[in-house]
Nanobody, 118 residues
């Protein structure tokens, strides 16, 4: 079964930038949307940003204007450019692919730690 492989997390100072990437290790059919979620210690997992196959995006209010999601459908890859990072962005970030049709379901990455601290 295909898996999602994430990269790009790490430690960054407030105001800095990081770029996360997530790619499928095998073939995933009927991807309808790709997204990024995050989970901070003691909190529930929350949606950060999502992009559908047509390119429509939506963002959590907390990241609007600072984060940008993009995708390469041909490569089954999704990116998250994070600018003007804040300490409250510290969390484990997970990518998600949602599929429809006979292969309907959700794929999740293993998570990548993002820490924003001076």
């Amino acid at each position: 079964q295909a898996q999602l492989v994430e990269s790009g997390g790490g430690l960054m100072q407030p105001g800095g930038s990081l770029r996360l990437s997530c790619a499928a290790s095998g073939i995933i059919f009927n991807i309808n949307s790709m997204g990024w979620y995050r989970q901070a210690p003691g909190k529930e997992r929350e949606l950060v940003a999502r992009i559908n196959r047509g390119g429509t995006t939506n963002y959590a209010d907390a990241v609007k204007g600072r984060f940008t999601i993009s995708s390469d459908n041909a490569k089954s890859t999704v990116y998250l450019q994070m600018n003007s990072l804040k300490p409250e962005d510290t969390a484990v970030y997970y990518c998600n692919f949602h599929t429809l049709g006979p292969y309907q379901g959700d794929y999740w990455g293993q998570g990548t730690q993002v820490t924003v601290s001076s």
